[in-house]
């Protein structure tokens, strides 16, 4: 069974730094890994989607980089800002969209 | 482009009552997902359609959980009798994906925050 690890669960860091946030998953044989934000009373919402295939996609300050032979994805955040505040969220596909989700990380950017 | 629309936002009830959410995908989209989220923890799925079919139930208590999605557009997830352990956020996300073996982002919507006293 697929378990999906995010570490650390809390993160708290002073406005302009720059950020990396942990996921590690058990079994390898995954179509893709995603990163999402959850902001509170809000749903998820997709910040990067990484093919199997690939080993990293960039957005904006966002980098996320996969080696899926280790099982290990990082989420790195630029410069970050009070607006990044939120949890984030790791989960894999295993197939037929079947997401397996971390238990997230809680970042705090402080101004 | 509206979003995926859920409600009610919040709800809470007494345990052994029943409790329905429903959910409107966004336009088009072929695949509707509900995930549960249990406080400090990642959605797990609860069940998956494909239009009107059950691609994924495997993690659905049957026993008390019930969902449909009539007609392949919205869904409604039914819980009946809850029990404490049913507290949580109920999400409900839809995607393009047109095939089961399609992988596709999913849209989320605001979730229903629900309570079981």
């Known amino acids: 069974k697929q378990e999906v690890t995010q570490i650390p669960a809390a993160l708290s860091v002073p406005e302009g730094e720059n950020l990396v946030l942990n996921c590690s998953f058990t079994?390898?044989?995954?179509?893709?890994l995603q990163w999402f934000r959850q902001d509170p009373g809000k749903g998820l919402t997709s910040l990067l989607l990484i093919q199997s295939s690939q080993r990293e996609q960039t957005s904006g300050r966002l980098n996320a980089s996969l080696d899926k032979s280790s099982g290990r994805s990082t989420l790195y955040i630029a410069a970050s800002q009070p607006g990044d505040s939120a949890t984030y969220l790791c989960?894999?596909?295993?197939?037929?969209?079947?997401?397996?989700f971390g238990t997230g990380t809680r970042l705090t950017v402080i101004p | 482009e509206a979003g995926v629309a859920q409600s009610p936002r919040y709800k809470i009830i007494e345990k052994r009552q029943s409790v329905a959410f429903w959910c409107n995908p966004i336009s088009g989209h072929a695949t509707l997902y509900w995930y549960q989220q249990i406080l400090g923890q990642g959605p797990k799925l609860l069940i998956q359609?494909?239009?009107?079919?059950?691609?994924?139930d495997s993690q659905l208590p049957k026993d008390r959980f019930s969902a449909e999605r009539l007609k392949g557009v919205d869904s409604t997830l039914k819980i009946q009798p809850a029990k404490l352990e049913d507290s949580a956020v109920y999400l409900c996300?839809?995607?393009?994906?047109?095939?089961?073996?399609?992988?596709?982002?999913?849209?989320f919507g605001p979730g229903t925050r629900l309570t079981v006293l």
């Open positions: 359609f494909q239009n009107n079919g059950v691609v994924d």
């Open positions: 079994d390898s044989a995954i179509y893709n």
């Open positions: 996300a839809s995607s393009l994906a047109l095939a089961v073996d399609v992988t596709d982002t999913q849209y």
């Open positions: 989960a894999v596909s295993t197939g037929a969209n079947n997401l397996f």
